[in-house]
């Protein structure tokens, strides 16, 4: 039975057992809603707003945990951000490194194709400067950004306010930026393994409850930290295990910019549970601009 002081949109259940016959309802209602989803060429779910990427994944990002990790400095806070932007839905981006004002910032160059450094020497005139960036908000009216820079959001807030940023919309994209920043600022002191998968499964019922997808930024173990691969995520394995998808950003090494200001990323699909695992999307990466492109 639910509680009630548990919003309406959050649904708790006990375990059941069920038979293939039993699932049969559950079966035509998804696919009469794919069907028609389909047919009136609406989304199912946030996407990635990379077409290839979003083919990959099955259509869009399935509700549960994701995992994003890759290379230093590849532009993992960047990819997640433009994911947020694009997704279709209303996005909650939680923040636990970087302060929201420098996020806006980078949503304002890659939407109104403005560099990033001429956002903050000064040389715009200020009314120009706000003029870029009410452009951005109208771009992207459905952003809201969590600040767990300065003090720990627990996940009950993150709910709470994740509700709020949904409103009456059916869907919702989830971005926490990162996990292990997240789980190195909550109170307690334990230590990383236990923090890390405390939150990791805080992530998993917050994705189940709130039914939308949750995408994670994870750091690097050190043995991987320029191969990648499944079991890349630093801490504990079930960064990689619980999650729906990892998604692996790679820049070779000595990749240098080309006479458009790009840079060569790969981005592969090290686990997928709705689509081929293995999948490769070649990715054109404009620090400047704060933009990833397919390629």
């Known amino acids: 039975m639910q509680s009630t002081d548990t919003p ?3 649904v708790t259940q006990s375990p059941r057992l069920v038979n293939l016959a039993g699932l049969l309802d559950a079966w035509q209602a998804d696919a009469q809603a794919a069907h028609d989803a389909r047919a009136a060429g609406t989304l199912r779910g946030p996407i990635t707003g990379l077409p290839k990427l979003d083919s990959d994944l099955g259509g869009c990002l399935a509700p549960g945990m994701s995992i994003l990790h890759g290379t230093p400095g590849v532009g ?3 990819f997640a951000l433009q994911l947020a932007t694009s997704c279709g839905f209303p996005a909650l981006y939680v923040t636990c490194e970087m302060a929201p004002l420098e996020l806006f910032r980078r949503v304002t160059a890659r939407t109104t194709g403005t560099f990033l450094g001429r956002l903050k020497t000064g040389e715009l005139l200020p009314e120009a400067s706000l003029a870029l960036a009410r452009q951005a908000v109208e771009a992207a009216p459905l952003l809201a950004f969590a600040d767990a820079t300065q003090a720990y959001a627990s ?3 993150i709910r709470d306010k994740a509700l709020a940023v949904k409103g009456k919309h059916p869907h919702l994209l989830l971005v926490v930026d990162s996990v292990h920043s997240w789980a190195e600022g909550a109170p307690g002191g334990a230590p990383e393994y236990d923090a890390l998968n405390e ?4 992530l998993r019922k917050l994705a189940a409850g709130l039914r939308c997808p949750v995408l ?3 750091e690097r173990n050190r043995a991987s930290m320029d191969k990648g691969g499944l079991s890349a995520g630093a801490g504990t394995r079930k960064l ?3 999650a729906e998808a990892v998604i692996d950003l790679a820049r070779k090494e000595d990749a240098r910019e080309d006479a458009m200001g790009e840079v060569p990323v790969t981005c592969r699909l090290a686990k997928n549970r ?3 695992v293995g999948k490769t999307v070649p990715l054109s990466w404009h620090g400047a601009l704060q933009r990833f492109t397919e390629a």
């Not at 939150?199 to 805080?202: F, G, I, S």
Request: aromatic letters at 10%.
């Open 155 to 157: 996940p009950e807030w």
């Open 216 to 218: 994670a930024i994870a």
């Open 8 to 10: 309406p949109e959050i």
């Open 274 to 276: 709705h689509g081929a």
């Open 199 to 202: 939150h990791l499964a805080a």
């Open 76 to 78: 993992k806070t960047a």
């Open 240 to 242: 990689e295990y619980g």
